[in-house]
C-alpha cells in the first residue's frame, strides 16, 4: 500500500514512505445468527399425533450483529467481553467452527485457533505420539511434527516422564505439553479463548515469555478473555465486545475503562437494591470521576513507549484537574509487573495538610521511585481515594518498560556473587 | 523459528468446510487419526497387533468348527461352513462401519468446535479404521481356511476388488449417518433396526441361489449390492462352481443395478457429507 517515490536517475536507490505495517487480519460486516430449537413436545400420543416431528418451534438468536475491525501484523489484540456477549462467536466464527451469515473475513498467512489447550489429545498415548497428533491438528505437517518431538517435550519440562500414558499425566502437565506444542506449530496467527486462565503462576510467567517472544517475531494474537487485566499486560489494542456489538476499540486502557463501566451497568441492573456499597462507589469513581487527568509524563522520556534505563530512578508527575469538592483526598500510585503481579504501591499523599481540593483546582502529583525492577513491561496506575476509609477509584494507567540485561525474579536487588576457588578450611 | 517466511497476502476465509485445509492435510489428519485409533485399541495388550489376526482366527474357528463338525450343516451348500465365515466378515465390517458411524461426530466433539479440522476426516477415519480391521480378519480367515484344507487359490487375489466396491458403498453411507445422527438421532435408532434386519434380508446365513427364494424376491434383494458383492467373494474364495448373481437374475438385475445403488449411495453421501458439514458444530 506504500507509495513508491524514485529519485531522479543517476542518484540511485529508492525510498519508500512509512508503510503501515501490514494486515494480518481484516474483519467487515460479520453477522452470526443461531437457532435455538424449541423444546420437544411432550411425549403423550395426542401430541405425537398432532406434532409429529416432536419439535415446537425454535427461535433465532442473534450473537454477533455487524463486527469490522482489522488487525495488523505482529499485533497482540484483545476482544474483551461479558459471558455471552459475543466473544468466543466471534472466535469461532475466524477459527472456521462456525459459518457467518454475512460479512467477510480475510486473514494473512497461517492461522491456528487454541480455544482449549489439548484438543485432540488421546489419553491412551505416550506424550509423543500426542504431540504428533496434536502438532498435525494444529497445522503442522507429519514429518515437522515428528521432528520437533524432543524440542516440544523439551519446552514443556516433561522429559522424565515419556513413557506415561496421556492419562496418567497430571493437570498441570497436559497444560503444559498443549502450551508447548501451541508454542512450536509455527502459526502466523494465533487466535486464544481463555486459555491463560489454566495455569499457575510459573506457567503464567511462561505464556508472558513466549508472548514476549511472538512479539519479537512478529506473530499476530488475538486474545479472548473476560479478564481485562490479561489483556493490559499483552496487548497493544484491544475491543470490547457487548451484546453482539463492537462498544469501544482501541488503546487497552480506555476499553478497561469503559468494561468495568459495562459491567457494573450490568450488575446494577441485575442486582438494584442488594448491590454491595463498594460497587456502588466504583461507580461513582467510573462514570463520575473525581478527577480528569490532563496528562502524564516520565521525566525524561518523552518518546510513545517510555523506556527507563537499568539504575537509572523512575520518576513521573501526573497533571490532574480535580472535578469536585473533596474533603479529604489522597492519591497514591501501583506498579504492576507484566504477570500483573503488584510489585508496589505507594502510600497516600494528600495536598497540604488535610488533602482538601475543590473542583477546577489543577494539581501536579510527582513521584520518584527507586528503580529495582528487572528488565520488562510495567503498569503505573494512579489511584484517587475520597476520604480516608474510600477504596481508590480506578484511574487511567501507563506503561512503561525498563530496558537492559534480563534476569530472573521480580526484583532487581544489589547483589554480589563471586566464585573463588576452595580453600581447605571447610574441614577444620 | 522460521517464521514469517511465506508470502503474507489476505486470503478470504470462508468457514468451516468438509475438506477445510486442503487435501494435502485431509489425508495426513485422515491417515493419522485412523491409525491412532486403531493402535489405541490393543495398546494395553499383551499380544498387541498379535490380537488382529488371532481373534478372527479363532472367533470364526470356533463358527466354522461349530457349523461344519457339531451341527454338519453343509448338504447342498459345498464349503457351507467357509461360505458363512466370509459372509459374517464382510457383514461385521459393514456393521462396525456405520454403527461407528453414527456416534463418530458427536465422539469428536472437541475437534468439531474447537478446532479447524476438515470435518470429512471424522467418518473417513471410521470407515479407514473399520477397513483395516477388515483386512486382519480377511488374514485371519484366510489362514483358518489354509488349515482347513481350503485353498490358497490365485483367485483369492481378486478379492481386493470386492473390498472396494464394498468400502465404496459403506463409506457412502457412513456419509450420510453421521451427519443425519446429528441432525436427528432418530435416524441412529432407525438404522440399528434396519441393520439388524439387513443381517437376516442379506444371503449371509444362506446362499442367493437358494431354490426356496422366488425369483423376483431374488432380484430385489440382489439390489442390495451386500449380496452380489458376498456371491462374489464365496465364487473367488469359497466355491468357484457358484453361480453369478449375472447368472441369476441377469445382467441388469444382477450388475447395474447393484453397482448403481454403490455409485447414488457414494456420491449422495459426500454431497450431503459436504452441504451439512458447515452446520455440524452448531447443530451438536
Known amino acids: 500500500m506504500g507509495v513508491l517515490l524514485s529519485n531522479p536517475p543517476g542518484i540511485g536507490g529508492e525510498y519508500h514512505l512509512p508503510v503501515p505495517p501490514p494486515v494480518a487480519i481484516d474483519v467487515s460486516g460479520l453477522s452470526k445468527t443461531f437457532q435455538i430449537p424449541g423444546p420437544r413436545a411432550p411425549f403423550t400420543l395426542r401430541e405425537r399425533l398432532l406434532n409429529p416431528t416432536g419439535r415446537t418451534p425454535g427461535r433465532s438468536l442473534e450473537v454477533l450483529k455487524d463486527i469490522s475491525f482489522d488487525v495488523k501484523r505482529g499485533e497482540h489484540f484483545g476482544i474483551v467481553g461479558r459471558n455471552g456477549s459475543g466473544k468466543s462467536t466471534l472466535l469461532k466464527v475466524l477459527a472456521s467452527v462456525y459459518r457467518a451469515d454475512r460479512g467477510r473475513i480475510r486473514i494473512a498467512g497461517r492461522l491456528a485457533p487454541f480455544l482449549e489447550l489439548g484438543v485432540g489429545f488421546n489419553a491412551e498415548l505416550p506424550a509423543a505420539d500426542n504431540v504428533i497428533l496434536n502438532g498435525v491438528m494444529m497445522g503442522l505437517s507429519p514429518r515437522v511434527a515428528k521432528q520437533r518431538v524432543d524440542e516440544i517435550i523439551d519446552f514443556a519440562g516433561l522429559n522424565d516422564y515419556t513413557d506415561l500414558l496421556i492419562k496418567n499425566y497430571s493437570s498441570g502437565m497436559k497444560v503444559r505439553l498443549a502450551f508447548a506444542v501451541m508454542t512450536h506449530v509455527d502459526a502466523d496467527v494465533l487466535l486464544m479463548d481463555e486459555v491463560l486462565a489454566v495455569g499457575d503462576a510459573e506457567f503464567q510467567e511462561k505464556c508472558a515469555e513466549v508472548f514476549e517472544r511472538m512479539r519479537e517475531e512478529e506473530r499476530t494474537m488475538v486474545l479472548v478473555t473476560h479478564a481485562m487485566d490479561t489483556v493490559a499486560q499483552h496487548c497493544e489494542r484491544a475491543m470490547l465486545i457487548d451484546d453482539g456489538r463492537i462498544d469501544t476499540m482501541g488503546d487497552p486502557d480506555d476499553v478497561a475503562e469503559r468494561y468495568y463501566e459495562v459491567n457494573l451497568k450490568a450488575a446494577l441492573a441485575g442486582g438494584g437494591e442488594g448491590l454491595p456499597e463498594i460497587a456502588g462507589r466504583m461507580v461513582d469513581a467510573v462514570t463520575d470521576p473525581a478527577v480528569a487527568i490532563n496528562a502524564v509524563t516520565l521525566r525524561g522520556h518523552h518518546e510513545e513507549k517510555p523506556a527507563i534505563p537499568p539504575g537509572e530512578s523512575i520518576e513521573f508527575e501526573v497533571k490532574v484537574r480535580v472535578l469536585h469538592d473533596i474533603a479529604d483526598a489522597g492519591f497514591h500510585f501501583q506498579i504492576a509487573n507484566g504477570n500483573g503481579q503488584m510489585v508496589f504501591a505507594s502510600p497516600k499523599a494528600v495536598l497540604g495538610d488535610e488533602g482538601a481540593v475543590r473542583a477546577g483546582e489543577v494539581l501536579a502529583i510527582n513521584a520518584e521511585v527507586e528503580n529495582r525492577l528487572p528488565p520488562g513491561r510495567y503498569v503505573v496506575t494512579l489511584g484517587v481515594s475520597r476520604g480516608p476509609s474510600d477504596p481508590a477509584g480506578p484511574t487511567r494507567s501507563v506503561r512503561f518498560e525498563v530496558i537492559g540485561e534480563r534476569r530472573g525474579g521480580m526484583f532487581d536487588l544489589e547483589h554480589r556473587v563471586s566464585v573463588e576457588s576452595g580453600s581447605e578450611s571447610l574441614v577444620g | ?284
Not at chain 2, 458363512?84 to 468446535?113: D, H, M
Not at chain 2, 483369492?156 to 473390498?163: A, C, E, K, N, S
Open chain 2, 1 to 284: 523459528m522460521s517464521a514469517a517466511t511465506e508470502t503474507f497476502e489476505l486470503q478470504e476465509i470462508r468457514g468451516p468446510s468438509a475438506f477445510g485445509g486442503g487435501a494435502r492435510r485431509t489425508l495426513d489428519l485422515l491417515w493419522l487419526t485412523s491409525v491412532t485409533d486403531f493402535r489405541v485399541r490393543y495398546s494395553n495388550t499383551g499380544l498387541g497387533y498379535a490380537w488382529s489376526v488371532l481373534k478372527p482366527f479363532l472367533f470364526f474357528g470356533i463358527i466354522y468348527v461349530v457349523v461344519n463338525q457339531v451341527l454338519q450343516f453343509s448338504g447342498s451348500v459345498p464349503n457351507y461352513a467357509a461360505m458363512l465365515v466370509l459372509n459374517l466378515v464382510i457383514f461385521q465390517y459393514f456393521q462396525e462401519a456405520t454403527g461407528a458411524a453414527l456416534r463418530s461426530i458427536p465422539s469428536k466433539e472437541p475437534l468439531v468446535r474447537k478446532m479447524q479440522f476438515p470435518r470429512i476426516v471424522i467418518p473417513l477415519a471410521v470407515s479407514l479404521t473399520a477397513v483395516i480391521s477388515l483386512l486382519f480378519n480377511l488374514l485371519g480367515i484366510f489362514l483358518l481356511f489354509i488349515v482347513a484344507g481350503i485353498g490358497p487359490s490365485w483367485t483369492w487375489l481378486l478379492l481386493p476388488l470386492v473390498v472396494v466396491v464394498l468400502v465404496t458403498f459403506s463409506t457412502g453411507l457412513v456419509l450420510m449417518l453421521s451427519v443425519l445422527n446429528v441432525r436427528s438421532q432418530d435416524v441412529g435408532q432407525a438404522w440399528t433396526l434396519i441393520v439388524r434386519a439387513l443381517f437376516y434380508a442379506t444371503p449371509i446365513l444362506y446362499p442367493i441361489d437358494l431354490d426356496a427364494i422366488p425369483e423376483t424376491v431374488q432380484k430385489i434383494m440382489i439390489a442390495n449390492p451386500l449380496a452380489p458383492l458376498m456371491e462374489q467373494a464365496r465364487i473367488w474364495v469359497v466355491d468357484s462352481s457358484a453361480p453369478t448373481t449375472v447368472e441369476i437374475a441377469g445382467w441388469f438385475f444382477g450388475f447395474v443395478v447393484p453397482m448403481l445403488v454403490v455409485i447414488a449411495t457414494c456420491v449422495i453421501g459426500f454431497q450431503l457429507f459436504e452441504r451439512e458439514a458447515p452446520r455440524v458444530a452448531e447443530a451438536l
